[in-house]
């Protein structure tokens, strides 16, 4: 049975930094493409970053715009998990960050939900001004 499961959310201020963990088992990590994606109160689910798995050492990272420049997504494959590093965190970075597995590495599909196959059940980010 495969689990994603997320942590490191929290009440933060504004210009704060967290860095969210997402725990893997249950699948062949080393093989997927792990995302991040936030859902604010209201709003639909968005795409925030994702990491490909790596084609021979090259990983490749994609950031939704409003994020690039403050945060950094990372993997650990021998532990099975990935990382969010987040600073200088504004409010609209409040929601829950959910992450996300699939086998897609086109930067095209890795924003769509449709296209993955495992979720994690979320942690709460609320970024306080």
């Known amino acids: 049975q495969v689990q994603l499961v997320e942590s490191g959310g929290g009440l933060v201020q504004v210009g704060d930094s967290l860095r969210l963990s997402c725990a893997a088992s249950?699948?062949?990590?080393?093989?997927?493409?792990m995302t991040w994606f936030r859902q604010a109160p209201g709003r639909e689910r968005e795409f925030v970053a994702g990491?490909?798995?790596?084609?021979?050492?090259?990983?490749?990272?994609y950031y939704t715009d409003s994020v690039k420049g403050r945060f950094t997504i990372s993997r650990d494959n021998a532990k099975n998990t990935m990382y969010l590093q987040m600073n200088s965190l504004k409010p609209q970075d409040t929601g829950l960050y959910y992450c996300?597995?699939?086998?897609?590495?086109?930067?095209?599909?890795?924003?769509?939900?449709?296209?993955?196959?495992?979720w994690g059940q979320g942690t709460q980010v609320t970024v306080s001004s």
């Open positions: 990491i490909t798995w790596a084609r021979g050492s090259v990983y490749y990272t």
């Open positions: 249950g699948l062949t990590f080393s093989g997927y493409t």
């Open positions: 996300a597995a699939t086998l897609e590495t086109l930067e095209r599909k890795l924003t769509t939900e449709y296209w993955y196959n495992y």
